[in-house]
C-alpha cells in the first residue's frame, strides 16, 4: 500500500512527522526552562518569606518561653498562608520545632538531613523529596539583638511536577500547536508539490526505472559516452568507453582529467558550444567525436562526449588511400610505357637502333634518379609513392610536377601522420591539376617542396594556373565550397584546414589571377 502512495502524500507525511517531531523536542525544552523559571521564583519568594519570619519580634520571644509553639504557631501559620508555602517549621537551637502545620510535630526534634548547616549561621536552598514530591526548602538563621544565633526558620514549598506545568499551559500549548501544525501541513504541501514539480511529475520507482533505462541505454550503445558536471567530474563513462580507452574500475565521480590526460571534453564546459563530426586524437586513439554541453533550464550543468574509436577504419582507409595511389602510379606508368615502347618500336622499325637505345638509356635514367631521390629524402613509403604517383599523372596531363631536391620528410609534427601529409599533398597537388587544366599557358607547371629546418616544417605547393581571385581565397577553406568544378564537392581543402589545425599549423595562401597560386604550409617540430 506504502508504495502505491503518491511522492506528494509521502513527503508531507513525512514533513509532518518532522513538524511533529520538532514540536515535541521544542515542547521538552520549554517545559524544561518554565520549570526551571518556576522553580527560581519559589526559591526567591520562599527565601523572603523565610528571611520575614527570621525578623518577626514574636518569634525571638516564643523561642524563649518554655512551650512557646502554643503562641507561636497561630502566627506563623497565618504567614503560611498569606505567602503560599506549605509549610513554615521554626527551631530553636535544640532543633525542637515551635511552628509546624502539622500541631502532633510541635515540640518535637526535627531529624532533616539538610539543616545542619543552617544552625551555623548558613542561609541556603536545599531540595527535599517526600510523599508529595519534591520540595525547595528555604533556611535563613534566627538571632538576637545581639547578633546571636536563637534558631533556624525552614519555608518548603513543593515544586510543580511536568504534569502540572503543562496544565498550567494547557490553553498557550494548544494555541501553538494549533498554529504549528496548520502551517506544518501547509508548508508540508506546498514542499511536496515543489519537489514532485522539480521532478517532473515522476514518482520515485519510476525515476528509478527511467535511470535504470537510461544506464542500459548508454552501456548498449555502440558509442562510447562521457559525461562531466561543473567540476569536471565524471559522472558517465559507459562500458564501449572503457573498451575504447582501456579504463578499468569505477571512475564515476573521478576528474576527467586523471582518467584521460588528454581530454577534450573540459572545453566544451568553457567555450560552452557545440562540436561536431571532429576527428580528435585521444590515448593513443583517432576519435571521431561530437561533444557539446548539458543544460537544463538554461543553465548549463555539465557536458557530454559522444564518440567512435576510428583507428581501424583510418587505418583501412590509409591502406586503401595507399592502395589507390600506388594503383594511379601503376595505371599513368602502364599507360606513359606504352607510349615509349610505341617509340622504341617505332625507332627500331625504322632502323635505328642506336637512338632506340640511348632513348630506353634516358628514360630508364630519369625513372631510376627519381626513384631514388624518393627514397633518400622522403622516409615514408605512402608519402614516396604519393608524389611518384602525382609526378607519374602530370606527365600523362602535360603537366611538370617538379619535386625541388632540397626536400626532405624525417619526421612527421606532432599530432600528425602519414595519413594527414597524404591528404595535405594529395589535395593540394590536385588542386593545382585542376587550375592547371583550365590555364593556356604552354608550360604547365607544379613545384612541390618539404622542408625542414629551424624547427618548422614548410610544405608548399605552387603552380601557373588561372589563379584564385581575392574575394574567393577567404571561403577556400570553408566546408563544400567550390568554384569552377562541375563535379567537385568543396570537401579537399576543408580536410587541409582540419590536418593544419591538427598540427598547430599555419597555412599561407597567395595568388595572382592567370599566373598562378602558392599554398605554404608551416609545421612547428
Known amino acids: 500500500m506504502l508504495k502505491k502512495l503518491s511522492i506528494s502524500w509521502k513527503i508531507t507525511t513525512l514533513s509532518y512527522a518532522i513538524v511533529l517531531f520538532s514540536l515535541l523536542i521544542a515542547g521538552i525544552f520549554l517545559v524544561g526552562i518554565v520549570g526551571q523559571t518556576k522553580e527560581q521564583e519559589i526559591g526567591m519568594r ?55 502545620p502539622a500541631n502532633e510535630l510541635l515540640g518535637k526534634v526535627s ?114 559516452v562521457i559525461a562531466i558536471d561543473n567540476k569536471e567530474e565524471i559522472t558517465i563513462f559507459n562500458e564501449k568507453a572503457r ?33 561536431h563530426n571532429q576527428e580528435i586524437q585521444m590515448s593513443g586513439k583517432r576519435i571521431f567525436s561530437n561533444r557539446f554541453p548539458i543544460k537544463v533550464n538554461d543553465e548549463r550543468i555539465g557536458a557530454v562526449a559522444i564518440f567512435q574509436d576510428r583507428t581501424e577504419v583510418a587505418a583501412l582507409a590509409e591502406e586503401l588511400t595507399g592502395v589507390k595511389n600506388f594503383v594511379d602510379a601503376l595505371r599513368v606508368q602502364n599507360h606513359e610505357h606504352m607510349n615509349k615502347l610505341h617509340s622504341i618500336a617505332g625507332l627500331i622499325q625504322l632502323g635505328r637502333t642506336a637512338e632506340a637505345l640511348q632513348f630506353v638509356f634516358q628514360i630508364s635514367k630519369e625513372q631510376e634518379k627519381l626513384t631514388n631521390f624518393l627514397n633518400e629524402h622522403i622516409h615514408h613509403p605512402a608519402v614516396s609513392g604519393l608524389l611518384l604517383s602525382k609526378v607519374s599523372r602530370g606527365k600523362e596531363l602535360d603537366i611538370d610536377v617538379v619535386i625541388d631536391p632540397n626536400s626532405s ?50 610544405i608548399l605547393v605552387e603552380d601557373n594556373g588561372i589563379g584564385i581571385e581575392d574575394n574567393d581565397v577567404p571561403l577556400l577553406f570553408h566546408r563544400h565550397f567550390t568554384k569552377g568544378k562541375e563535379s567537385g564537392q568543396g570537401i579537399g581543402l576543408y580536410l587541409v584546414k582540419q590536418v593544419v589545425d591538427k598540427g598547430n599549423g599555419e597555412i599561407t595562401v597567395t595568388s595572382d589571377v592567370g599566373y598562378g597560386t602558392t599554398f605554404l604550409i608551416t609545421f612547428p617540430l
Open 243 to 275: 573498451s575504447i580507452f582501456n579504463v578499468q574500475g569505477e571512475v564515476v565521480g573521478k576528474p576527467i582529467r586523471s582518467v584521460l590526460k588528454d581530454t577534450h571534453l573540459p572545453e566544451i564546459l568553457y567555450s560552452n558550444r557545440h562540436v
Open 409 to 458: 620528410l624525417t619526421d612527421f609534427p606532432p599530432g600528425l601522420d602519414y595519413h594527414d601529409f597524404v591528404i595535405l599533398l594529395g589535395n593540394l597537388i590536385e588542386n593545382a591539376f585542376d587550375a592547371l587544366e583550365k590555364s593556356s599557358h604552354t608550360e604547365k607547371r607544379i613545384d612541390v617542396s618539404i622542408d625542414e629546418s629551424e624547427g618548422v616544417c614548410a
Open 111 to 224: 531529624k532533616g538531613q539538610d539543616e545542619d548547616a543552617a544552625f551555623a549561621e548558613h542561609i541556603y536552598l536545599s531540595k527535599a523529596r517526600g510523599e508529595l514530591g519534591t520540595s525547595l526548602r528555604a533556611f535563613v538563621p534566627i538571632k538576637d539583638e545581639e547578633l546571636n544565633q536563637i534558631g533556624v526558620v525552614l519555608v518548603g514549598k513543593t515544586l510543580p511536577s511536568t504534569w502540572d506545568i503543562l496544565m498550567n499551559l494547557k490553553k498557550e500549548i494548544f494555541i501553538v500547536l494549533f498554529i504549528t501544525l496548520l502551517f506544518g501541513v501547509i508548508g508540508s504541501f506546498m514542499l511536496a508539490r515543489h519537489i514532485k514539480n522539480q521532478m517532473f511529475k515522476l514518482e520515485p520507482h519510476e525515476i528509478v526505472r527511467i535511470l535504470e533505462e537510461r544506464t542500459a541505454t548508454f552501456h548498449a550503445l555502440n558509442e562510447g
Open 46 to 100: 520562599s527565601m523572603n518569606t523565610a528571611r520575614t519570619v527570621a525578623e518577626l519580634t514574636e518569634v525571638e520571644e516564643m523561642l524563649r518561653e518554655k512551650e512557646g509553639w502554643k503562641k507561636l504557631n497561630p502566627i506563623i501559620e497565618r504567614l503560611r498562608i498569606i505567602n503560599g508555602a506549605d509549610y513554615i517549621v521554626v527551631m530553636n537551637m535544640e532543633h525542637i520545632r515551635y511552628s509546624h
